[in-house]
């Protein structure tokens, strides 16, 4: 009888069954997460800019707890208490589904093994923050953020074991992790904006982090639906060139937002000093790379229709969000910076910023 030899599998056969076998175990309830994790995450920059436009920034006085006394807010805080609560219960609903969302990743793509030693990192977590409160508090030092910055550490940390140790959808565990992390960095840079009353710097970087995790979760929709593997270029070299200047494009556009809104009227209270530049010519400094976004955006778009490129979809989504939020921008400067505008202006900011990751994300396409 002939020796039958069985071939090594290289690295194409591989990635043939990864291509084959890893999309299969995204399930129905995984993906309803994911979309509810990016709904979820574009929702709260909504509650959160309620808080600051409606003047409810320090509606709560204390964190984590609404008052000294109580951990809801009081008929005396009125509805600035209820509005600034109503965002801190959100910021729970978008942490819970962020836990359920890398719960389920690790089961599909590492088994039981990988589930659990996330399981005993979390267990260890809240652990090492029950023992730094338990000793801060005695010495008279701001005990639960100190828990807080203990729990954040552990979990950077069983993140980077999780992702060094994943084999498999490396690119979906390591951005649920970064929403995951992501989400608990921005409740304690939250109770850090209560307790430094409003520091606009910090509001500004509160809101900027809550934009870039609204980009990760739009990530990890597209790399949810797409095959793993090696990838190569979909489009020209000069397209992707211009492409990632239209994103550096729409990051000054977004900081100058961020500057302008925290030398504006709405500051979160009355009584919060404002960081000192001119709201005026902040303004038009703002309105220069916006301008200078939206036609490369719509360069792009129309070239990449014409030349019918794998972005071009995207890129015309993209393209009426830039058009949406120009006139919603030379709408509330005509009106007076009215809250809604205001408003409506920061979401969309964040929902563009959420398209162009996806245009990114379709400049390559899996190597054939």
Request: glycine content about 10%; some cysteine.
């Amino acid at each position: 009888m002939p020796e039958t030899t069985i071939p090594a599998p290289d690295a194409r056969g591989r990635e043939h069954r990864s291509a084959t076998e890893s999309p299969a175990r995204v399930g129905r309830l995984l993906r309803v997460l994911a979309w509810l994790s990016f709904l979820t995450e574009t929702i709260i920059i909504g509650t959160g800019g309620a808080v600051r436009l409606t003047g409810s920034g320090l509606g709560c006085s204390e964190w984590p707890l609404c008052t000294p006394e109580s951990l809801v807010p009081t008929p005396e805080q009125g509805i600035h208490g209820v509005i600034e609560f109503g965002n801190r219960t959100m910021t729970g609903v978008v942490g819970i589904i962020a836990v359920a969302v890398i719960l389920l990743v690790l089961q599909a793509t590492g088994g039981r093994r990988a589930l659990m030693l996330a399981v005993r990192y979390a267990v260890g977590g809240i652990v090492a923050a029950v023992i730094a409160y338990a000793v801060s508090a005695p010495l008279v030092l701001p005990a639960f953020p100190i828990a807080s910055a203990v729990l954040l550490l552990v979990c950077i940390a069983a993140a980077v074991h999780s992702i060094r140790s994943t084999r498999d959808r490396r690119d979906l565990v390591t951005l649920a992790w970064i929403t995951l992390v992501g989400v608990v960095a921005q409740a304690f840079v939250g109770g850090i904006t209560v307790l430094t009353g409003l520091n606009p710097f910090i509001v500004g970087f509160h809101y900027a982090s809550s934009l870039l995790l609204v980009c990760v979760t739009a990530a990890f929709l597209v790399r949810m639906n797409a095959a793993p593997g090696p990838r190569e270029r979909a489009v020209p070299r000069w397209f992707a060139v211009t492409t990632h200047i239209t994103g550096l494009a729409l990051a000054v556009t977004i900081l100058f937002g961020v500057l302008t809104t925290g030398s504006g009227p709405h500051s979160g209270d009355a009584d919060v000093l404002r960081h000192g530049f001119d709201a005026t010519v902040l303004a038009h400094v703002h309105s220069w790379p916006g301008y200078i976004l939206a036609g490369l955006v719509l360069a792009l778009a129309v070239v990449s229709w014409v030349l019918r490129l794998e972005p071009r979809r995207w890129l015309l989504v993209l393209a009426v969000a830039i058009a949406v939020q120009v006139g919603v921008g030379v709408w509330q400067a005509r009106e007076g910076l009215p809250p809604l505008l205001v408003g409506i202006h920061m979401v969309l900011a964040a929902l563009a910023a959420a398209a162009y990751t996806v245009v990114v994300l379709h400049l390559k396409r899996i190597r054939s």
